[in-house]
């Protein structure tokens, strides 16, 4: 009898398995894989993300850092550096393994290569069912990603309409030299994907580069990777693909005796696909939830209660914002373009969301407010632009009528 087990080893299972024992609780984890188990993911560590994380970071795990970005849509671009970090690059292998370790120095116990079945609730308990015999517990933690067992039992499955497909494939760096075009930058390419977009992510050996596209409207998947790694130029190879569920769609994240958190609870910002640091910080909060409960003696209803009203605010709100987001540059990129693309500081703003130094709803009030002011400012420069190539064309007409001029004379 474990006092909490816990299916998932990935970042939010081993944050919230590390938290659990640390505070004296008897804790497992379960994952199907072995470690250290591929990952298919970008590798893109956000700066909330480790803001979210309790230890540091070992220096040697950034394969690169991140303090720049440029941005695509069409035929504009802009890049944006900033003073403060984006993001770290990392082996999300080496990374998921890190986590586990410490999970595990901190008393948990680790299972690999049992894969989960079924659930089944118990007067006192609550017992899980695997492909290499049962547990039981008092408390069952779903960290199994977005296809998770954990959450059938919960909720329904993820529709079509809630997740996105991304491809990944590893462009060897001799190929693709993207530092030295960008150096200390990624490269995000929207309009490439149905509310989506595509990225090159450096790292020591490859560049990253990717796709991701809502999985309704994105049948063309493989192909439209092949045609972005191709028009950057770096032909995408040995493809791997995910889903990815889209964040701020109110869901069902708890029932007796199971908390879901990550990707299992559908914590991914639907704007430009990290997980990360939404799966750490459900994973901490689940943590909160179980030991106010196991070692504070709270009733477990309210202690639940607790854990779905932090999410609420702290991740879903949040996670809603980008999802309009998402959807009003899907629907509306010439907007999209004249408030970002002529106006950088919007832009610079925005990634302080990434830095940790920001929410989405306060940048969603912040640019609300400037948005019209940007429009009309992006609506007068272009009159002067196209005032100023008339009088260019005329000028250059002009010359020419003189010179024809002098010819005939």
């Given amino acids: 009898m474990y006092d909490v087990l816990i299916v998932g080893a990935g970042p939010a299972g081993s944050t919230c398995a590390r938290l659990c024992a640390l505070a004296g609780l008897k804790t497992a984890i379960i994952d199907k894989s072995r470690f250290p188990r591929r990952k298919t993911c970008g590798g893109a560590v956000s700066g909330r993300a480790l803001s979210y994380l309790d230890f540091p970071l070992p220096a040697s795990f950034a394969e690169d850092e991140c303090f720049g970005a440029r941005i695509v849509h069409g035929h504009h671009s802009v ?34 290569a049992e894969e989960a079945v079924s659930v089944r609730v118990e007067k006192g308990s609550i017992v899980l069912h695997t492909n290499a015999g049962g547990h039981e517990a008092l408390f069952l933690v779903g960290a199994d990603g977005v296809q998770s067992v954990i959450a059938n039992s919960v909720r329904p499955r993820f529709s079509a309409k809630e997740t996105a497909i991304a491809l990944v494939s590893h462009v060897p760096a001799n190929e693709c030299p993207i530092n030295s075009r960008h150096p200390g930058s990624v490269e995000m390419h929207f309009g490439v994907a149905p509310q989506g977009y595509g990225w090159a992510f450096p790292r020591r050996a490859y560049t990253s580069v990717g796709i991701m596209g809502i999985a309704s409207r994105f049948s ?60 750490i910080l459900s994973g901490r909060l689940a943590a909160g939830s179980l030991c106010r409960v196991l070692v504070h003696g709270w009733e477990q209803e309210r202690a639940f209660k607790w854990y779905e009203r932090q999410c609420e605010q702290l991740i879903r709100k949040e996670l809603r914002v980008a999802l309009w987001m998402a959807r009003l540059l899907d629907r509306y990129p010439k907007i999209f373009v004249r408030i970002f693309f002529d106006n950088p500081p919007a832009l610079a703003r925005y990634m302080d969301i990434s830095t940790g130094r920001l929410v989405y709803r306060r940048f969603w009030k912040w640019i609300a407010l400037r948005t019209p002011w940007y429009l009309l400012a992006s609506f007068l420069n272009n009159i002067r632009s196209a005032t100023a190539e008339i009088q260019k064309n005329k000028s250059e007409k002009s010359i020419w009528t003189r010179i024809r001029s002098d010819k005939r004379g």
């Fill in 79 to 112: 890049s944006i550096r900033k003073e403060q970090r984006l993001a770290v690059l990392v082996d999300r292998e080496q990374f998921d393994e890190l986590l586990l370790k410490k999970a595990i120095e901190a008393g948990a116990c680790f299972l690999p």
């Fill in 220 to 279: 063309h998947a493989h192909a439209a990777l092949t045609e972005f790694s191709r028009s950057i130029g770096m032909p995408a190879a040995s493809v791997r693909g995910h889903l990815i569920p889209l964040g701020g769609i109110k869901r069902t994240i708890r029932s007796h005796r199971v908390l879901l958190v990550g990707d299992a609870a559908g914590f991914v910002d639907p704007f430009h696909g990290e997980g990360i640091a939404y799966a």
